[in-house]
């Protein structure tokens, strides 16, 4: 069980201290060796750049999200008033909200009666295995659609 103040130290650490540290580790989890891999796959499909552009990968986590909100029979009106919801307060720390994606994922996978790090690495092999031409050609076309947070956008707006 992680402590407060580790939680604290670990959500003021950088990207590259936290990869260290995964990476580092005399024992990497399942989940941190996958992370890893996958930032690596990352760069060489998007680029560097939109890899490790986090309101770009927000966006893309977003998209994520409303595929499942849909594929679980959501509304798309209730998307839209959440979207509006949420919006109109305060927004939250990063890795904050990250921790309650990876919550409210594992809640959904136990209502569903799934397992959320199967159907992780289910999914990961399924993408590792397409070429890798194939998801930089998909990922440029959503970023000729406007799906591409520019980094002179002006922040409030780029999300």
Excluded at 13 to 40: F, K, N, P, W, Y
Excluded at 84 to 98: A, C, I, K, N, R
Excluded at 132 to 139: D, F, S, V
Aim: net charge negative; hydrophobic share 40%; glycine share 6%.
């Amino acid at each position: 069980m992680i402590t407060k103040e580790q939680s604290d130290a670990l959500s003021t650490m950088s990207a590259e201290d936290l990869s260290a540290l995964i990476t580092g580790a005399t024992t990497v989890s399942a989940r941190g060796a996958r992370q890893v891999q996958l930032r690596t796959w990352a760069e060489k499909a998007f680029s560097i750049e939109q890899a490790r552009s986090v309101p770009q990968r927000a966006l893309r986590l977003l998209e994520e999200a409303i595929e499942l909100f849909q594929a679980a029979h959501g509304n798309r009106q209730q998307a839209h008033e959440l979207i509006d919801h949420v919006f109109s307060q305060p927004p939250g720390q990063l890795y904050q909200e990250l921790g309650g994606v990876s919550i409210c994922t594992l809640l959904l996978a136990a209502a569903a009666g799934l397992s959320a790090d199967l159907e992780e690495q289910r999914e990961m092999i399924r993408v590792l295995e397409k070429p890798i031409q194939e998801l930089t050609e998909r990922n440029t076309k959503k970023n000729e659609a406007g799906f591409i947070v520019s980094r002179l956008q002006d922040p409030d707006k780029a999300l």
